[in-house]
Structures are given as structure tokens and as C-alpha cells.
């Protein structure tokens, strides 16, 4: 079973920035926050991830609480093409090997113009 | 610099048959993971190879095997199909101490 929580759906103006929410808070110390997006019938893109610090990319942020239970994705700027199926995962990652990615539905970010 | 590329792209298929699908992984990965993605629903992983050995596995039949060569390319090879086993069908790669994975664009199969 996935290790996270997201709401369903999320709306944002294009042009605005778009902040997706994550719980996760059963995350063990050595587990890393995930995330990947899933255009309409492509296959998932990976977005960005991280422990413990704040993490930034050409693509998005990544803001994790202190307490690790929490985190959100933040894509500065909202195009029409962001809209897609946005998943947060929880995954641990070991000396020797690493853990498969587990999905749950995922949050449905539309862009509206 | 090559993604990950997968073949065919759509496969329709009759119960009972069997289907091989394929997949290269990004330049440079050398660890294969498999996912199946039924409608509406997220992926789920099906196995992962490294080093030419499946090191993982989930939650499906026997039915579903595997192979990776000594290129890193893989496939995965389902027999006796059912209906419920339409789904897309994804691949990815990763690197051995990077491990982040990265997707192919998916096997779109039809079990009909």
C-alpha cells in the first residue's frame, strides 16, 4: 500500500503558482520523498525528491516539514501543460539495492487557462 | 542522449495467447524495473533486474517472467493472458547506487 496521502484533484490558474500537498507520516529515517507526474497515457516523468532538505530543480521545489510527515511540490509558474496526474511517493533507499516505487491514485493537477 | 525506449507501443492480443515485451533502458542505467498500469489507476510493480537476475519482485503470477541481457535491455514476457491483463505497460531505468528511475512511454496492451 502507498505510504501517502494526496487530495484527488486540484485546480490552478496558469501563471500562478502551484503548490501539491503530500502526508506521509509513518516516513521512516532512511526514506526518501518522491515525485513523479503522468501526462495522459504516457509514462510517469520524474519530477524531483529528497530527505530531509528543501530541494530545487529547472522543474519544480520541494518543501519537506521538519517533522518529515509532510511536504508540497511547488511548480512556480502553472503552464497548461503541468496539467497532469501528480504522485508523491515514499520510498526507501538502501545500501545495495532499492526499494520499488509504490503508487497510489495520485492528485490530478488541472491547469486552467 | 537516448531515454528509455520500449516496443511495441500498442499490442492487441486474444486470451490464452502470449506476448514478449521490450525495453531499452536510458544510456548508462544498468537496473530494469517493470510496471503495469490499469486504467485509472497507478503502476504497479511488477519486477525489477539487475545484473541479469530479477532482485525483485511483487505481488503477480507466475505467469508474468522476465529477462535482461547483458546489454541491460530486458523483456518481459506474459503467458496465457487474460483479460484483466490489459494495461500499459511500463518500463524504467535506473542506475545501481543513483537509483532514481526513469520511464518509457509504455506498451499500451489489449487482451481481447
Known amino acids: 500500500d502507498a505510504k501517502t496521502t494526496q487530495p484527488p484533484s486540484m485546480d490552478c490558474a496558469e501563471g500562478r503558482a502551484a503548490n501539491l500537498p503530500c502526508n506521509h507520516s509513518?516516513?521512516?529515517?532512511?526514506?526518501?520523498v518522491y515525485w513523479y507526474r503522468q501526462i495522459h497515457s504516457q509514462g510517469p516523468q520524474y519530477i524531483i525528491h529528497g530527505l530531509k532538505n528543501n530541494e530545487t530543480n529547472e522543474m519544480a521545489s520541494l518543501i519537506i516539514t521538519e517533522d518529515r510527515k509532510s511536504s508540497t511540490l511547488i511548480l512556480p509558474h502553472a503552464t497548461l501543460r503541468d496539467t497532469a496526474v501528480y504522485y508523491c511517493?515514499?520510498?526507501?533507499?538502501?545500501?545495495?539495492?532499492?526499494?520499488?516505487?509504490?503508487f497510489g491514485k495520485g492528485m490530478k493537477l488541472t491547469v486552467n487557462p | 542522449d537516448a531515454g528509455v525506449t520500449q516496443s511495441p507501443t500498442h499490442l492487441i492480443k486474444t486470451r490464452g495467447q502470449q506476448v514478449t515485451l521490450r525495453c531499452s533502458p536510458k544510456s548508462g542505467h544498468d537496473t530494469v524495473s517493470w510496471y503495469q498500469q490499469a486504467l485509472g489507476q497507478g503502476p504497479q510493480f511488477i519486477f525489477q533486474?539487475?545484473?541479469?537476475?530479477?532482485?525483485q519482485r511483487g505481488n503477480f503470477p507466475d505467469r508474468f517472467s522476465g529477462h535482461q541481457f547483458p546489454n541491460y535491455s530486458s523483456e518481459l514476457n506474459v503467458n496465457a493472458l487474460l483479460l484483466g491483463d490489459s494495461a500499459l505497460y511500463l518500463c524504467a531505468s535506473s542506475l545501481v547506487g543513483v537509483e532514481t528511475q526513469y520511464f518509457g512511454p509504455g506498451t499500451r496492451l489489449l487482451v481481447l
Open positions: 511517493i515514499v520510498r526507501n533507499i538502501t545500501q545495495g539495492g532499492s526499494e520499488k516505487l509504490v
Open positions: 533486474y539487475y545484473e541479469e537476475e530479477e532482485r
Open positions: 509513518t516516513i521512516s529515517g532512511n526514506e526518501y
